[in-house]
């Protein structure tokens, strides 16, 4: 695993161990059972944040599960040198050729540019917004 990678784990748990610490203090006030949590109505709060730390543990255990099988690793990514390509098509792609067909495409076409109107010499005066909001000016 890379250190990016860690550094993304470790912010993942960051928020399960705090929403654990949580759960902990609530439960021990509660006096440790499910009862004293919901007599001092604590119930609540406790699923909620169960609730929470479940969602926030889900991508967290996905990103372990492809880091610990593979799965997100792209095929043949590995071999590669740095700053080497593996496809074929973009090392064999010209730049200048592309445009060359570019061009010719639109030369066939007739090559007609469209027609844009001049804006006139006296534009229309600009009428302000009607006050909407705020102090009136009188």
């Known amino acids: 695993m890379s250190l990016g990678k860690i550094v993304g784990v ?3 748990l960051l ?10 203090h609530f439960i021990g006030v509660g006096g440790g059972t499910a009862e004293g949590v919901a007599w001092i109505g604590l119930g609540p709060t406790v699923i909620g944040l169960s609730i929470v730390g479940i969602l926030f543990a889900l991508p967290l ?3 372990l599960i492809r880091a610990g099988s593979g799965l997100n690793r792209v095929p043949g990514a590995g071999n590669l040198k740095p700053g080497e390509v593996s496809s074929s098509e973009t ?6 050729a592309a445009f060359a067909n570019y061009m010719r495409g639109r030369e066939a076409s007739g090559g007609v ?3 844009v ?6 534009p229309a005066p600009v009428t302000p917004r009607p006050g909407g909001f705020g102090r009136k000016i009188v």
């Open 10 to 12: 470790i912010g993942g």
């Open 15 to 24: 928020p399960l161990v705090y929403i654990g610490y949580m759960l902990r």
């Open 61 to 63: 255990i996905v990103k």
């Open 91 to 96: 090392i064999e792609f010209d730049a200048d």
């Open 113 to 115: 540019l469209p027609v």
């Open 117 to 122: 109107e001049p804006l006139p010499a006296d």
